[in-house]
């Protein structure tokens, strides 16, 4: 039976690359929702458009929406037959539900939803120190990648940027909106006997060992 995962966690935490790592190595099908948003809006389809006028008044996609986009690639049968990791989707529990119901009515089940977790402070540390470079998008960090030389890319030599998202107050309201949203879905997931809880804040090899221990659990 195909593994089939939830990823979820805060900005930062790393979701990327273990989504990555576990296409990598299981060649489960990545379905990362702000992916398959820009996707269908950049199609323009029915759906694309509908979240988009949503987003382009500030305001949340509804379920409905987002379920629907969703859907047609979690139910793909690539997606049956090589088992999927989710990425920014559920984000309430309405759409957990909704997303249990509809896999139920098509036989297929979540193995485990794993949590990557890490204090708010470390995910301000690694974000704020983020620099982009506007020109040809490569990114960079003050600590962990710092360019060669100070404020210029090495790639294209453009000026590098901190991006509006990476500034710490807004860090800071992105991690407060997280965990109102995301504790209610812990809570359903846990209640079912499927969460598993990651130290995330640690080498991307040490979380992905522990993400496939508790696989097998």
């Known amino acids: 039976m195909p593994t089939n995962l939830v990823l979820i966690g805060p900005p930062g935490v790393g979701k990327g690359t273990q989504a990555a790592l576990l296409v990598e190595r299981l060649g489960l ?32 996609v509804p379920d409905d929406v987002t379920i629907g986009m969703m859907e047609a690639r979690f139910t793909s049968e690539v997606a049956k037959k090589r088992g999927f990791v989710l990425d920014g989707f559920p984000r309430t529990v309405a759409q957990a539900e909704a997303l249990d119901c509809k896999l139920k009515s098509l036989s297929i089940e979540i193995t485990r939803v794993v949590s990557l977790e890490i204090d708010d402070e ?30 210029q890319c090495d790639n294209c030599g453009g000026a590098l940027q901190v991006r509006a998202d990476d500034n710490p107050d807004t860090i800071r309201n992105r991690l407060s909106v997280f965990h109102e949203r995301s504790e209610p879905v ?32």
């Open 29 to 60: 099908l990545h379905l990362a929702s702000g992916d398959i948003f820009r996707s269908e809006i950049t199609a323009g389809t029915e759906l694309g458009l509908k979240a988009k006028a949503f987003m382009d008044r500030g305001e949340l």
């Open 122 to 151: 470390i995910v301000v540390a690694r974000l704020s120190g983020r620099r982009t470079c506007p020109n040809c998008g490569r990114i960079y960090h003050l600590q962990t990648k710092p360019p060669t030389a100070e404020g």
């Open 186 to 217: 812990l809570a359903y997931y846990a209640g079912l006997g499927r969460l598993h809880r990651v130290d995330g804040d640690r080498k991307a090899e040490d979380v992905y060992s522990d993400v496939i221990e508790g696989l097998i659990v």
